[in-house]
């Protein structure tokens, strides 16, 4: 008799698993990838743990170096290192068009992100180490020279690069 009973059981467990795991994914937050309607093309708040990076698909969990990348239609994309937002947005049609908005490191507001200062050295969420600031200071560069690094693949990802700037 148990013989019989015992798949029928480890079934209707194995049922009550799956039903259990698709509702908790239901009942989770809701991340947001492309937010739409924001055709001020002004930075939006973004709240920790809600937003993915559109680059590296990581959620979003320290807004330091955060970048929103927004287009005449209203799409938002968001980015968690100006290093991916500036692969993201390599290939896209809008690349010039865009209004890129920059976390600054010196004055805790978004400025644009195409007359930003940017540090080499900064230890940022994927190890590019562009952080950026609204002040110049000695050794930070302009945003396209910021671009060329990171399309050159010089920063501090690459060892010879990070050695060369931080000495270690």
Not at 15 to 24: D, E, G, K, N, Y
Not at 144 to 152: A, H
Request: charged share 25%; net charge positive.
């Amino acid at each position: 008799m148990m013989r019989k009973i015992l798949p029928f059981l480890i079934i209707v467990i194995i049922a009550a698993i799956i039903v259990t795991l698709f509702l908790s994914l239901a009942s989770t937050k809701r991340t947001i990838i492309v937010n739409e309607g924001n055709f001020k093309q002004i930075p939006i708040e973004v709240k920790i743990g809600k937003y993915i990076d559109s680059d590296c698909k990581m959620v979003i969990n320290d807004l330091t170096d955060l970048s929103q990348v927004i287009i005449k239609n209203g799409k938002s994309w968001f980015f968690h290192d100006h290093g991916g937002l500036v692969k993201w947005l390599e290939d896209k049609k809008f690349k010039d068009s865009a209004v890129v908005w920059v976390m600054s490191r010196d004055t805790k507001k978004y400025i644009n992100a195409r007359t930003a200062f940017y540090s080499l050295t900064d230890k940022t969420a994927m190890g590019y180490g562009f952080g950026a600031y609204e002040n110049k200071k000695d050794l930070y560069v302009d945003f396209d020279t910021m671009r060329l690094r990171m399309l050159r693949g010089e920063t501090l990802k690459n060892p010879s690069i990070k050695k060369q700037l931080l000495g270690n």
